[in-house]
């Protein structure tokens, strides 16, 4: 975003007296990041209110960690079976695969159907600050914990207060999933398209166009 003071030259016939404060991209950046927070801490919300409720299997929790088969699979394929997952979100301090030209966010493939499809996999341990980063962490095993106690209650057994431990066979890294069964409970495509936000705000995420395959079908398509 070097080029965001260029903005003035090239709008200067609209708007000749338009002026940016020095801390244009810090604000943007913190406004951002604060929108993913407030997607989560609405998340959170909407899962306590319902969850008293929950049929679904706990094959359909919306949030939960990547397995370290999951993990190991796209460290070396950058791919694995991941069904209704969006968005895989992890806090390593490099992405796997030694991809050191966008650190920030990556594709993995998700092989789960016949036709493949991108994951977008976003590392937070190179983009968000100290103080949001925290917070991203604690609100995530929050709905760890949120989805751990339905489970249970779903299956009548005692359900212990506090958010559960991370199991040994799991990484720092969690999986958002939405799909039409996950729906009824709570929306995770807000949470989705504020992380990809974050993603276009740092140059990645517009090749091929903004909406990607979507673009692509319906541009194809016969009239």
Known sequence: ???LNTLRGKHAMIT?????????IEQVEYLL??????????????LQTVNHRLTNPATECLVRELTREEWESIQG???ASLPGVQAIICFQESLPGGDTSRPFCRTVVDTSNVIPRDIPLYNGGTFLSADVREQTLHLLNTLLGIEARAVLRMKGEKVPKGNP?????SQTAYLVRSTAH????ADTVPLCIAFWRMRLWNGTGWDGGLWGAWEKKSTSAEP
């Open 1 to 3: 975003m070097a080029e």
């Open 165 to 169: 431990k991370p199991h040994q066979d």
């Open 182 to 185: 996950t729906l009824p409970r």
């Open 77 to 79: 394929n950058s791919n």
């Open 33 to 46: 990041q604060r929108r993913m927070v407030q997607e989560l801490e609405l998340l959170r919300d909407r």
């Open 16 to 24: 000749p007296n338009m002026q940016a404060h020095g801390m244009l």
